[in-house]
């Protein structure tokens, strides 16, 4: 793809919270037919709902909506982990197929904390500035 590059294209969180999407994708691809619209599809829309929200927080002026858009991004990693564990509990998936994945979880959800904790700090430092300047 050509064109124009979007700020959270660059995001190396994005990128890999994208790559995380597929992973799981492929690991529902064995789920039994009968879940593919129940269990399944509720873990699609929470693994997607993770990259999405960083790119719709990206494109967020405040730094506030930013640090909203990567805590919702956050949680929907946390449902999603739930949902795979959950499929473990019900013999859809194995633990070991979990636990393959379980290294790019860790790594996207430690990213997504430190971008957060980055615009924090960004955030603190601009009403510090504020507040000096009044």
Not at 16 to 43: G, T
Not at 113 to 120: D, H, K, M, Q, T
Request: with cysteine; glycine share 4%; net charge negative.
């Amino acid at each position: 793809m050509t064109g124009i590059v979007y700020s959270f294209e660059k995001l190396i969180v994005w990128q890999e919270a994208k790559k995380l999407v597929a992973d799981v994708y492929h690991l529902l691809d064995s789920f039994p037919k009968f879940e593919k619209y129940a269990l399944c599809d509720q873990i699609r829309r929470a693994i997607v709902s993770v990259p999405s929200n960083i790119a719709e927080g990206s494109g967020r002026k405040s730094l506030k909506e930013q640090i909203h858009f990567l805590e919702i991004s956050y949680g929907s990693l946390m449902e999603s982990y739930n949902q795979l564990l959950i499929a473990i509990d019900l013999n859809y998936i194995t633990e070991e197929s979990v636990e393959a994945i379980k290294p790019s979880i860790d790594a996207v959800a430690k990213m997504i904390n430190g971008l957060c904790n980055s615009y924090e700090d960004k955030l603190e430092a601009q009403v510090s500035t504020k507040q000096l300047n009044n």
